[in-house]
Each structure stands twice: as structure tokens, then as C-alpha cells.
């Protein structure tokens, strides 16, 4: 095996694919994140290919287009840096950020043969686009026994399509990482935004922010690929652990051609919860999104385009009592809830394996902090 595609950790009980060296974008970052997380907490190898996939997958898009044949684009397409795997895992896990990054899954020749149980991992699908990626799904992901799915919207048409079961999961937060110092955390900063936004919004909050004199955080760069991710969540975390308030609205909030009608929980929201800020934002008007978000103001209800946000973070600021509540209640719910153990103790309980210790331990740590911040309020 290529040691520079392959880790070979003698213990280890699963295998993970990583798209790390495929692509390093600010979005993706949490995905590494969680990946590495798991390292910590249970005994794991990692697939890491190389091959070029933009290259694949316009190859793959090409042939099925003008074929009809996904199995033809599959012959066809260029497989450098394949592995061949020589040892048993009880557990293959993929974690893909969009359907199209199966493809370089084949890279791992036989992974179903060398693997108890195969999960896969889907995190962005949107439902107005299953019926034109129904070759993808029937070809790469068949194989599995259990996907699970960043959105709630679609599931059934993926396991119809699929023949597999199919689950939501989102991915949440490393909710340590996140967490704002239990005993009070300074937040000098007024207001964040991260990724996606409202230039109605976007434009009333600087204004607010200039006349004001209030550190108002945005981003200025239309291109997010980044050269590290390690320092990038890092960076997310301690902005917003110093963030009194945070923008946070449902997945793709501007794009309603990619969307359509479909209403999300966003990455923002488990951030936003965990780093203790206020968040204010258009959140999904579902019953998943209640059912995670299930206490008072965990989201401030505010139009995505709000000309008006200054007027109501002056009244929000008028309100120390309910601004505390919400900050801890946010933290709290993230560390008992949200935090990246507990997905992971989902797909180890669909897969029948047992957590390790350090899972376990992990937990405990979740909990004391927890307990921290209920006492110090």
C-alpha cells in the first residue's frame, strides 16, 4: 500500500475517506475537522487519494451524457493512485461533501470486500436535483448499507434510488473547540458574518456599525479556498466565542435556484449555538429544524434581507437578562447535544460497534463543562 494515500494505524477498526487533498475549501474545513476528530476517540485509518477529480468527474459527466452509461464512464475514466486494501476494517466510512465526490471512492478498488459495513455520509443533496443524479446514486452508491444525509428533504427518494436505507444526520460542531470560556468570555466583537449574506442586510449593519462605532466582522473575499483547515476552524471558533451576535440563516439562504423550496439547517447554526452567540437569522420554518433547536430564542426570527437589523440589536441590547439566557442556553445545548460525538456514536450504534473509551471520556468532558456554565449563570 501507498503510505502517502493510505494510514496504516495496526489497530485500527475503521476506514475513512477524505476528499482533504482533493479540495480545500472554507465549507469543507468541518468535514477534515470531524474526520480528525475521530482519530481521538476511536482507532482509524484514512484514504486520502490524489487523483485530479475535476478531471474525473468531467470525464465520468461526458460519457454518461452522450453513452447513457455510467458503467462505460467508469471504464473510462482515469484511476491514478488506486489501492488495493490487504487487511479487514469493520467499518468503511465516507464522509462526501456533494454526490459528486463518490467518484474517486473507486481509487480504493475493494473497499465493499474489505469492509463489515459501509456508511456513507452525504451531506449537501438537494430534492429538485435527485431525478438528474439518479445515475450517480444507482451506480457509486448501491454498495452501502446505511446513508446518512446532511438534509432532511429527499430521503426516501435516495433509498428508493439507492436500494439503501437512508437517515438524516447533519454534520454539527466540535463543541470543545467552540466552547466560550465557562467562567465569561470578553466579546468585543458587536456582530459576525460569516459565507453567505444579504447586501440588504450586509449594507444596514455597516452603516449601523460606522455610526455606531461597533466592530461589525464580515467577510471581503468572493474566493474561500483556504491553506489550511486546521487554522481556519480555529479561527471560526475564536471569532465567534468573542461574537455577541451572529448571523445565521437556512442553508443557501440566497440561492433559491439551488435550493428551490427546500429549507435547511445550516453549519452556521451549530457554530452559532456552540460559541454562545445570539443568533439572529432566517431559520428553517420545519419541524427537524425544531426538533434540534427546541429552546426559547435559539434563533432570533430576522428576514434574510432586513434593512432594520440595527433598530433590533438596540432593542435586543436593551435586554441583559434574556441576551445571558440565550448565550447559555446556546452553549449548553451544544455541549450535551451537538458536539461531533454524538453523530458519531450514531453511525458506531447503525454499524454495531461498541465506542471506545476515549468516546466515552470525551462525553464526560461534555457534561463537567456543562455543568460549569449552568452553575457560573
Known amino acids: 500500500m501507498n503510505n502517502d494515500l493510505l494510514s496504516t494505524n495496526k489497530n485500527a477498526r475503521i476506514l475513512t475517506y477524505s476528499q482533504r487533498n482533493l479540495r480545500m475549501h472554507a465549507a469543507w474545513a468541518c468535514l477534515y ?13 484514512y484514504f486520502i487519494p490524489i487523483e485530479n477529480y475535476q478531471q474525473s468527474k468531467q470525464v465520468f459527466g461526458w460519457v454518461k451524457r452522450f453513452s447513457r452509461s455510467p458503467f462505460l464512464g467508469d471504464l473510462l475514466r482515469p484511476k491514478p493512485n488506486s489501492v488495493t486494501l490487504n487487511r479487514d476494517y469493520d467499518l468503511f466510512y465516507v464522509l462526501l461533501a456533494n454526490p459528486f465526490e463518490c467518484i474517486a471512492i473507486n481509487s480504493l478498488k475493494n473497499w465493499r470486500q474489505r469492509a463489515k459495513v459501509a456508511v456513507c455520509h452525504l451531506v449537501e443533496i438537494w430534492e429538485k436535483d435527485i431525478p438528474k443524479l439518479e445515475p450517480i446514486l444507482k451506480y457509486f452508491y448501491k454498495d452501502f448499507d446505511h446513508i446518512f444525509v446532511g438534509h432532511f ?30 467562567k465569561g468570555q470578553a466579546r468585543p466583537i458587536d456582530l459576525t458574518s460569516l459565507g453567505r449574506r444579504s447586501q440588504i442586510t450586509h449594507k444596514a449593519m455597516f452603516d449601523f456599525a460606522r455610526q455606531q462605532n461597533l466592530w461589525y466582522l464580515y467577510d471581503t473575499l468572493k474566493i474561500f479556498d483556504i491553506k489550511d483547515y486546521k487554522e481556519h476552524r480555529s479561527l ?18 440566497d440561492r433559491s ?82 458536539d461531533y460525538v454524538y453523530s458519531w456514536e450514531k453511525i458506531l450504534n447503525l454499524a454495531g460497534l461498541s465506542p471506545y473509551p ?20
Open 33 to 45: 475537522e470531524f474526520q480528525d476528530l475521530l482519530a481521538d476517540i476511536d482507532d482509524v485509518d
Open 153 to 182: 428533504h429527499g430521503l426516501e427518494k435516495i433509498s428508493q434510488i439507492t436500494g439503501c436505507p437512508c437517515s438524516y444526520l447533519p454534520i454539527t460542531v466540535d463543541a470543545l473547540k467552540f466552547c466560550p470560556d465557562p
Open 236 to 253: 471560526v471558533a475564536n471569532q465567534l466565542k468573542r461574537s455577541r451576535y451572529f448571523l445565521a440563516n437556512r442553508a443557501r439562504a
Open 257 to 338: 435556484d439551488v435550493r428551490g423550496e427546500q429549507s435547511e439547517i445550516g453549519y452556521r447554526f451549530f457554530e452559532g449555538a456552540a460559541a454562545g452567540t445570539v443568533m439572529l437569522g432566517d431559520y428553517p420554518d420545519t419541524d427537524i429544524y425544531r426538533q434540534y433547536f427546541d429552546w426559547p430564542d435559539a434563533t432570533i426570527r430576522m428576514s434574510f434581507d432586513n434593512p432594520n437589523i440595527g433598530e433590533m440589536i438596540k432593542e435586543l441590547d436593551t435586554q441583559p437578562e434574556r441576551l445571558a439566557r440565550i448565550r447559555r442556553d446556546n452553549v449548553v445545548n451544544s455541549l450535551l447535544r451537538f
Open 358 to 377: 476515549k468516546l466515552l471520556k470525551r462525553k464526560e468532558k461534555l457534561s463537567e463543562i456543562a455543568e460549569l456554565i449552568k452553575k457560573a449563570s
